[in-house]
């Protein structure tokens, strides 16, 4: 039953109705779920650990992948937890308020994943351009300035969101079909004009992703025009392989995240709704499970700081027996 405050067509709570049409497999599609966030959950921490523990890796490239790690785990945390309640318990009530939070969290956090892709582009130009000058502008006080500036865009457009959610009438049920309280989501439950979050939905799109992605793409043209320069065959396959796994942190973030933006605004009914669900999911899931693994394979440091840890580990035992 729908429950109104007294004051305004404002529920008390919404319910998070889940994967519509796969309700009858809700467990199933909870393990795999529940398998990337235990492996999204270990590796960030340790990837976050290992950087924080070896010296070696105190510069800023895996600095800046430390902050990546930081914002993958919060945005996982924003929702999988509240999801594997709805797939298991089938606890899918949520405060109103509790939705407007865990909504702001979910576009913050996201907004963050992309800013600091960007940033990471950013170091790899100057790493490459201008590797004389790499320490000199890429300070420890330059890189907090830099991820605060970041995690600020967020927050400040991201603030208007709750505003404008909270303004609408809800006077067509309170069923939101989906796992999590996202802005569309929930705006299209009202029976208000939502014509405003659309627009402003679409233009803080365009200044996160839209902005982020410009950056990456000319830090790229650069630094291939700089690679494509270097004499020696050993130093252009040396420079490229540091930006591989970047690459692969870019692809895998923004392909699933381009699918459910296009295809929420412009897909219609001819792609199934627990298809948008799902790939909603896998879009706040998939980075943070994939990133340390793609790190962790792809960068020669972190791969001899691993081994290392290792057998240190491996060896302890037999020291204090």
């Known amino acids: 039953m729908l429950l109104l405050n007294d004051t305004s067509l404002t529920p008390v709570s919404f319910i998070l109705n889940g994967i519509p049409g796969l309700e009858e497999v809700h467990l199933w599609v909870s393990f795999p779920l529940c398998t990337m966030y235990s492996i999204a959950i270990t590796g960030n921490f340790g990837l976050m650990y290992l950087i924080y523990s070896e010296e070696a890796l105190h510069r800023p490239m895996h600095i800046f992948l430390a902050l990546l790690s930081f914002t993958d ?3 996982c945390t924003s929702t999988l937890p509240n999801t594997l309640c709805i797939l298991w318990f089938n606890l899918k009530e949520i405060d109103f308020k509790a939705c407007l939070a ?11 994943e ?10 790899r130009y100057v790493a490459i351009c201008y590797p004389l000058r790499y320490a000199t502008v890429l300070t420890n006080s330059v ?3 830099a991820g605060l500036l970041t995690f600020l865009r967020g927050v400040m457009l991201v603030i208007p969101f709750t505003f404008l959610t909270k303004r609408l009438p809800y006077c067509r049920g309170n069923v939101i079909l989906h796992t999590y309280c996202d802005h569309m989501s929930v705006a299209k439950i009202s029976c208000g004009n939502v014509k405003v979050n659309a627009i402003y939905g679409l233009m803080v799109a365009l200044l996160i992703g839209g902005f982020d992605i410009l950056c990456i793409t000319v830090s790229y043209t650069m630094i291939l025009q700089a690679v494509v320069s270097l004499s020696s065959a050993e130093a252009r396959q040396k420079a490229f392989s540091t930006c591989t796994a970047h690459i692969l942190a870019i692809i895998i973030t923004y392909v699933p995240a381009f699918f459910t933006f296009f295809t929420h605004r412009f897909g219609g009914r001819s792609i199934p709704p627990h298809i948008h669900i799902i790939m909603a999911n896998l879009y706040l899931l998939m980075p943070p ?4 693994i793609v790190y962790g394979i792809k960068t020669k440091q972190i791969r001899t700081c691993i081994t290392r840890f290792l057998l240190k580990g491996k060896d302890n035992p037999s020291h204090n027996i």
């Open 73 to 75: 785990v919060l945005m």
């Open 102 to 112: 865990q909504m702001f969290f979910v576009h913050t956090f996201t907004g963050m």
């Open 114 to 123: 992309s800013g600091v892709l960007m940033l990471m582009a950013l170091d």
């Open 143 to 145: 890189i907090a300035k």
């Open 289 to 292: 499970t994939m990133n340390p």
